[in-house]
Structure formats: C-alpha cells, structure tokens
C-alpha cells in the first residue's frame, strides 16, 4: 500500500473547479441549477405521493417507481446543493473527508439505481410473460428482499471504491470537475492507479454496470416475444408504451454512466466528463418523473384524482 513520501503534503481539502471556464454565466448557471434541482424534488415527491395515496397503485410495479423516486431525491442531493454553494458565494472548498462522504453517496446511489433498474425490468418480465403468476412471483416481501440485497451490493461496492481512494497520495488538490468522482479523483494521484481503475472496471463495470444491464436486455427480449404474440394490437400498444418509459431512463443512465467508468485513466477527458455527470446526475432524476407520469395511464388518473381530491377540499 503506497503512502506520500517526505516531499509529499497529505493534503485535508480540495477545489472543485466545477463551471470554473463558465464564470461570467455564473447567475445565469446558479438559477438554471436551482431550477431543475427544485422540479426534480416537487416531481419526484409528486410520484411518492400518488403512490402512498391511491390504492390502484399497490402493486410492485408503483412501489418500485416510488422507490425509484426516492433514489433520484437522494442522488440530486448528494451533488447539486453543493454546487449552489460553489455559484453562489464563491466558495468551492471541500474537506478531505467531505469529498469522501459525497464521493461514497454518489457511488452507493448510482449503484442502487442500477440494480433498481434490473429490478423494475424483471418485474415488468413477470407481469407481461408470467400474468396469471404475477402476485407471486413479485410479492411485496420478495419485492423488499430485492430491494434489500440490491442496498447491501451497493454500500459494499461503494465501500470498496472509497477505501481505494483513501490509500492514495494526491499531488494536486484541485478537481476539475462537478463533484467528488472516481475519475477525477485519479487525476490527481501522484502514484499507480492500476489496482482502482482494474476495480472500477471489473466491479462496476461488469457486475455494477454491465450485470444488471445484462439482465435489463434479456427481459425485454422475452418482453418482446410475449407482446408479439398477443392477438390485440390495443394491448401491444399499451404495453410497449408502459416498457418504452423504463427503456428511455435506462438508456440515459446507462449511456451516460458506463461511458464516463469504463474507460482506461489515460482517456479520461474531464471537461467531457462534467457534461456527461450532467445527464446522469441531473437530468436522469429530473426525466424520471416526467417519463414515467407522461406515459403511464394509471398514474396519470390516479394524479387527476389527487388533484381533484385537493380542490374539493379547497
């Protein structure tokens, strides 16, 4: 395990550079951010509620998708509040042991997403080819052993990758980049980055990122087989239209996300990469809501009959 050598400084902050380029935009920037950090929690508390509200909505299908909404909360979180602080006062200190814990929550989150993702097309796979066996398959207790693992996986996956970092000596203590990343983070090593980058390709890559993924692809190929075979052109549509909502955000998250951690160090390109935690880090949890509500018939009339239940008691 290396350690910084005597001419080394063992560093207790950093700088994140974060729109550093983009000053003179920075009012405009601080607005456009609180913006959509602000439409992102009304929308995805909007989801949570409709599904606590409404007792058509008890099925794994909405319980997942308000878990899936209380993820985006958190995952929003972890990032965009202390990008706030940087735009507005100026301010883009942060603790060694404060980029540890944002470095720890992004990577614990982005990890749950996954799995949750692979879980809500597994489900989807169960209502559409196992209909008569679906409450079975999918009961609320197996639901929650799911969802259980999948947080397990994902505190030891991201317990892996801060403890990596930790053992590392950094020769420089500005992060140019949005948040405490993995890839960032490298760039400032002053050692071998062998090990991390073998680990965040083999763990996060394959069983994280292309596992689930995996999984997702093979799904909806039975998705596909089974939604061909129906004699209604009615029922192929509605179903095809309740999987293309799941099917866009995992194309987003999974895009933007593989293509930002599997890659070697030395193709790292962090201004690239800022524009690409864009999409997975804000505006994945912002689409979810408006995806999932736009073009799932259930949820909107169960929100036409919240909306209606809060002007009769106006």
């Not at 100026?90 to 993702?117: H, K, P, T, Y």
């Not at 990596?164 to 980055?193: A, G, M, Q, W, Y």
Request: glycine residues 4%; positive net charge; hydrophobic residues 45%.
């Amino acid at each position: 395990m290396p350690f910084p050598n005597e001419n080394q400084t063992v560093l207790r902050s950093f700088y994140i550079l974060g729109f550093k380029n983009m000053e003179e935009k920075r009012i405009l920037l601080f607005m456009l951010l609180l913006s959509i950090y602000l439409l992102t929690l009304s929308g995805n508390m909007l989801i949570i509620i409709i599904t606590k509200s409404d007792t058509i909505l008890e099925n794994p299908m909405f319980c997942l998708l308000g878990n899936l909404s209380m993820l985006d909360i958190c995952y929003i979180s972890a990032t965009v509040p202390h990008m706030l602080v940087i735009l507005a006062s100026r301010q883009n200190r942060i603790s060694f042991d404060g980029c540890l814990a944002q470095l720890f929550s992004v990577i614990f989150l982005e990890s749950v997403e996954c799995f949750l993702l692979a879980i809500m097309a597994y489900d989807r796979y169960a209502a559409i080819c196992k209909p008569l066996h679906y409450i079975l398959i999918m009961s609320r207790e197996f639901c929650y052993s799911l969802l259980s693992w999948a947080i397990i996986a994902s505190i030891l996956h991201s317990l892996l990758h801060t403890l990596l970092i930790v053992r590392l000596p950094f020769c420089d203590d500005e992060i140019n980049h949005l948040f405490c990343d993995i890839p960032p983070l490298l760039k400032l090593s002053c050692t071998d980055t062998s090990l991390n980058e073998m680990v965040l390709f083999a763990v996060s890559g394959v069983f994280v990122g292309l596992g689930p993924l995996l999984f997702i692809f093979l799904s909806y190929i039975y998705i596909v087989c089974t939604v061909c075979k129906m004699a209604s052109e009615s029922g192929r549509k509605k179903t095809f239209s309740t999987c293309a909502s799941h099917l866009i955000i995992v194309s987003v998250f999974y895009g933007t996300g593989s293509f930002t951690y599997i890659r070697p160090k030395t193709s790292y390109s962090l201004e690239r990469d800022k524009l690409l935690s864009l999409f997975y880090n804000i505006v994945t949890p912002l689409a979810n809501p408006i995806v999932y509500s736009l073009r799932n018939t259930e949820l909107r009339t169960a929100l036409r009959k919240l909306f209606r239940r809060r002007i009769c008691q106006s």
